[in-house]
């Protein structure tokens, strides 16, 4: 069963464009929501993240909205550039399982010049 | 920043043999590191939880005594595929928790190609 719920599964943004992926969980016991970029080949690689009680939070060109009432997050990647392509995982975490992370299905970012 | 070294990157064995994967935390103590599994095009999925010292836990349909673990230090953890078959072919793939600060930020390995022949 996908404990965390990612959207979409692929997109395409011009350069300079804002790209936005969005996640949805519903176990309320989540209390840490990190993004992770991988390109491929590679392990996967922390990008932001950010807990419950705040409702953004901005790196750079990334930033994380969160919306505890409707248990989704969204990633915005600023200025996207090709550099940027590569596949993006939400995921969603719990101190009770020990961290262990629930991964999204992932999203497939392509940022044409 | 932290890192996670996950050694071999690429290994190829024979069917019916074994192949043991090393991952390592570099400059912080992980008192639990994670095994996934990743096919192509595919999200990872969480084969073990390991805590040093005790017995790894395993996620469900994850044969233990095929995918044995060893947590034997704070800063070392490794994954050995036993009687590996082609149907194991897969990219491997360490993480390890930092229990330092929050404690839940969790870094990945650069992972580990595994093909059976």
């Known amino acids: 069963q996908q404990q965390v719920k990612q959207s979409p599964q692929s997109l395409i943004v011009q350069k300079g464009g804002i790209s936005i992926i969005n996640c949805a969980y519903e176990?309320?016991?989540?209390?840490?929501f990190p993004w992770y970029q991988q390109f491929p080949g590679k392990g996967p690689a922390l990008l932001i993240a950010?807990?419950?009680?705040?409702s953004e939070k901005k790196e750079g060109r990334f930033t994380i909205s969160f919306n505890k009432s409707a248990k989704q997050f969204s990633l915005h990647i600023m200025d996207s550039q090709p550099g940027d392509s590569a596949t993006y995982f939400c995921?969603?975490?719990?101190?009770?399982?020990?961290?262990?992370?629930?991964f999204g299905k992932g999203t497939s970012l392509l940022v044409t010049p | 920043g932290a890192v996670v070294s996950q050694h071999p990157s690429r290994v190829i064995c024979k069917s019916g043999t074994s192949v043991k994967i090393e991952c390592r935390s570099l400059?912080?103590?992980?008192?639990?590191m994670f095994w996934y599994r990743q096919f192509p095009k595919q999200s990872l999925m969480l084969m073990a939880t390991s805590n040093e010292g005790s017995k790894a836990t395993y996620e469900q349909g994850v044969e233990k005594d095929k995918f044995l673990i060893n947590h034997a230090s704070l800063t070392l953890s490794t994954l050995t595929v036993t009687s590996a078959h082609p149907e194991d072919s897969s990219f491997y793939i360490c993480?390890?928790?930092?229990?330092?600060?929050?404690?839940?930020?969790?870094?990945f390995g650069e992972g580990s190609w595994l093909t059976v022949v």
């Open positions: 176990n309320t016991a989540f209390d840490y």
């Open positions: 993480s390890a928790r930092d229990g330092q600060g929050s404690g839940n930020t969790i870094y």
């Open positions: 950010i807990r419950p009680d705040v």
């Open positions: 995921a969603a975490s719990k101190k009770s399982a020990g961290y262990a992370l629930n």
């Open positions: 400059d912080f103590q992980a008192t639990t």
